[in-house]
C-alpha cells in the first residue's frame, strides 16, 4: 500500500566556518552539532511511533549524513533522488553582506526580482520537482511512511503551495529549522500539512548557508 504520509526533515547544521551560501556546493558535511541535531530528528520520528517504509535524500552530503541517523534507527537503507536537491544559486560560495554587494556591484543584477527570484531556480520549478518526486516516491512505498531528508526552500515552497499560499516570500521568514519536521498527509484532494516538529531548537544551531 502506498504511503499516505510524508515527513519532510531538513539536514542538521553544516560546518561552515566561512559563513558562505554553500547551495550545491560539494563537501559541505554536518558539523559536530549538527549531527546531534539529525539524531534527535531520528528519535523524534521513532517517539511519534512513526513506521519508516522508506527514506530518500538529495544528492548532497549533509543531507546525507542526516539521513544516516534515521537510517540507523529503523533498519531502512536511504535512497538517493536528485529532484529533492537544493536550488541553484548564483551566490554559492560567496558571503552575501552589504560589503560583498559593494565591492561587487555586479551582483545586484542578481536581486532585482526577488518574486521568481532572479538569483536562482524558480519557486516554480522547485516546486514542481517535489511534488512530482513526493507523489512518485510515495506511490513506491511500501510498508510505512515516506521520509525525505532535504534542504530549507524545496520544503517551504512546498508548505506554501500546500497552505494556498504564494510561493515569493521573505526568506527570513521561513518556518524550516535545521532538522525539523514537516509532515504532510496524501489524499485524494492532494497534500494537506499534518504537522511541524522542531526537535533540536535546544542546541542553538548556527544557520548561515540557506539560500
Same mark, same amino acid.
Given at each position: 500500500m502506498p !504511503?499516505?504520509?510524508i515527513h519532510l526533515v531538513r539536514h542538521g547544521e553544516v560546518h561552515n566556518p566561512s559563513? &558562505? $551560501?554553500?547551495?550545491r556546493l560539494p563537501h559541505f558535511h554536518l558539523s559536530e552539532r549538527g549531527h546531534e541535531m539529525a !539524531? @534527535? %530528528?531520528? #528519535?523524534? $520520528? #521513532?517517539?511519534?511511533? &512513526? #513506521? &519508516?517504509g522508506a527514506i530518500y535524500t538529495s544528492p548532497l552530503v549533509r543531507t546525507q549524513e542526516s539521513a544516516a541517523h534515521i537510517e540507523k534507527l529503523f533498519g531502512v537503507d536511504a535512497k538517493t533522488d536528485e529532484r529533492l536537491i537544493e536550488p541553484r544559486n548564483v551566490f554559492e560560495g560567496r558571503k552575501l553582506s552589504t560589503?560583498? $554587494?559593494a565591492t561587487r556591484p555586479h551582483l545586484f543584477y542578481h536581486l532585482r526580482n526577488p518574486y521568481s527570484p532572479s538569483w536562482g531556480e524558480s519557486y516554480r520549478s522547485i516546486l514542481a520537482r517535489m511534488v512530482e518526486a513526493i507523489?512518485? @516516491? !510515495? %506511490?513506491?512505498t511500501d510498508g510505512g511512511d515516506?521520509?525525505?531528508v532535504t534542504h530549507q526552500l524545496p520544503i517551504w515552497v512546498t508548505h506554501r503551495h500546500v497552505a494556498g499560499e504564494t510561493l515569493a516570500h521573505n526568506p527570513q521568514k521561513r518556518r524550516c529549522a535545521l532538522s525539523s519536521i514537516t509532515?504532510?498527509? @496524501?489524499s485524494n484532494e492532494g497534500l494537506i500539512e499534518a504537522g511541524y516538529l522542531d526537535p533540536a531548537s535546544s542546541l542553538e544551531a548556527v544557520d548561515k548557508g540557506a539560500v
Open positions: !504511503a499516505t504520509r559563513g &558562505v $551560501l554553500y547551495g !539524531a @534527535l %530528528a531520528a #528519535k523524534t $520520528l #521513532k517517539d511519534s511511533g &512513526v #513506521k &519508516v560589503r560583498t $554587494l507523489s512518485e @516516491l !510515495a %506511490a513506491k515516506l521520509v525525505i509532515t504532510f498527509e @496524501l
